[in-house]
């Protein structure tokens, strides 16, 4: 990785340039920086179409406004982070803006200006960084122009393509300071710009426009769920992918599941939708086992829980517990059984109408009665629903909300969500699971260091539900099967 400019003077050596005074470099000579200045051709984009996602964001907006009338809305995409020294992280730009403008862009922020009438809405702006000025040297001597980090849209081509007007966001915070009437701000990306409203803003407002940003996205448009479709299908390949790879994976470890995966995700989308569990035999048991550092090993299971991130950042979330031989032992295919048997149970509970809470209720009895008969816990059914004495091998929630967050709509208020109905254009997991601890000495020895959980995609429809992930299979001898046609045998 080439550094931004070889220092030509000692007091000079330490100070990266981005961080200098207007981002020059006094030990340019002006012979060269006039040399800079000029020579580059015209590179403007005309006659840009707005983005299949606009109208979509458009209408959020619409619908944003009409929920907060006379109010100043601040919406950031959020900053950088530094990962170590003068690197930074990939950047993900926060949900809430992405949701409402359909851009990806560091540093910019969205603000909703009220009109004279509240009843006539609000304006839109975006606020974002124009193209690098070539005259004073910003392109090339400060460490975010576009020498460094390549071409960005212009305010024109930017506005175009996303249906907003755009202007500079270096203007943004002395707007700001400066607004008068109520204001919120969507809290935790971008302190620069918190700081200007410190005086204008209150948590319990600002908390409110979060929830309801949140709540919005609990019943997903046909945009959305189009994108979630295309995530469900590149996870599909990805998992496939990975079965392809098992041996070598036996040679090296689960790190060489988890880069086969993010290939996948990386050619098809823009990233993982979050951290991939590859975790092999005991490892199935840690619910965020993400280290992938362990030995894969045959005769073992694979639980590999994985989603890609499409570049609209729309996440799949699957689960798959693989036999990394090809088959299941006897005592494994029990427990991946009932495991697929609850979530049998839990994917039709899934239907507009039913209560947030049913397919999780369905699952857990299911595997409740399966640990009575097992002879693990001690019945009645009830008496261990009631008591959650299940709990201790099913250990999670059975599913989530889905979009782009794997965990969405996560502020969205108890009585909106988890105590809340399904309603058509819902997209949820339903991943029921057993986790036999490789230290439990409640179950017998045999059981001990087995993981099983199945995970799939699903939206909820007018007349009941479609699995988006019903592509992958799920029972365990359509499993071998499909094994075995990736395999070869």
Not at 47 to 71: K, M, V
Not at 159 to 181: I, M, N, Q
Not at 343 to 348: D, L, Y
Request: glycine share 8%; proline share 4%.
């Amino acid at each position: 990785m080439t550094d931004e400019l070889t220092p030509e003077t000692p007091d000079e050596e330490e100070q990266p340039i981005k961080q200098r005074k207007n981002g020059l470099y006094p030990g340019v000579s002006d012979e060269l920086a006039e040399n800079m200045k000029s020579g580059w051709a015209d590179t403007e984009l005309h006659d840009l179409e707005p983005i299949g996602q606009a109208p979509h964001a458009a209408r959020r907006r619409s619908a944003l406004s009409a929920r907060f009338p006379g109010e100043r809305l601040v919406i950031p995409a959020g900053l950088l982070k530094t990962r170590s020294n003068d690197t930074e992280y990939s950047f993900r730009a926060a949900t809430e803006y992405v949701y409402l403008t359909a851009d990806q862009t560091d540093g910019s922020v969205l603000v909703l200006e009220p009109r004279a009438n509240p009843a006539d809405g609000h304006d839109a702006t975006l606020y974002r960084l124009p193209r690098s000025n070539r005259e004073n040297g910003e392109f090339w001597l400060n460490g975010m122009g576009e020498l460094w980090v390549g071409r960005r849209n212009s305010l024109e081509e930017s506005a175009a393509l996303l249906g907003v007007p755009c202007k500079d966001v270096r203007e943004l915070s002395e707007l700001l300071k400066e607004a008068t009437g109520p204001v919120r701000v969507v809290r935790g990306h971008d302190a620069t710009i918190e700081q200007a409203l410190h005086d204008k803003v209150t948590a319990e407002r600002d908390e409110e426009l979060r929830v309801y940003l949140s709540e919005a996205r609990l019943v997903k448009d046909d945009f959305e769920i189009a994108e979630l479709q295309k995530a469900v299908d590149s996870t599909a390949r990805g998992f496939e992918d990975v079965v392809k790879v098992l041996d070598k994976a036996e040679a090296t470890s689960e790190r060489y599941i988890e880069g086969t995966f993010f290939l996948r995700a990386r050619v098809e989308g823009n990233d993982v939708g979050y951290g991939s569990i590859c975790a092999a035999g005991p490892h199935a048991t840690t619910l965020h086992w993400v280290r992938n550092d362990g030995a894969v090993r045959s005769g073992d299971l694979l639980l590999l829980d994985a989603g890609v991130e499409t570049t609209t950042l729309y996440t799949a979330d699957v689960t798959r517990t693989l036999p990394i031989n090809g088959r299941y032992t006897d005592l494994q295919r029990k427990i991946y059984d009932a495991v697929y048997e609850a979530q049998e149970a839990g994917i039709a509970a899934v239907k507009p109408g039913a209560a947030f809470r049913d397919f999780h209720d369905a699952s857990q009895r299911v595997l409740a009665a399966k640990l009575v008969e097992w002879g693990l816990v001690e019945g009645p059914v009830e008496r261990v629903l009631e008591l959650g004495l299940q709990r201790r091998w099913t250990l999670h929630g059975t599913g989530h909300m889905l979009g782009l967050d794997v965990h969405d709509c996560a502020a969205a208020r108890t009585d909106s969500y988890v105590n809340g109905t399904l309603e058509p254009g819902v997209v949820l997991t339903v991943e029921p699971g057993l986790y036999f601890q490789a230290d439990d000495l409640t179950v017998p020895e045999e059981y001990r260091g087995i993981g099983v959980r199945i995970e799939d995609d699903i939206l909820v429809t007018e007349s009941g539900n479609r699995n988006l992930s019903a592509a992958l299979p799920r029972r365990s001898d359509e499993v071998e099967a499909w094994m075995a046609g990736l395999l070869g045998k």
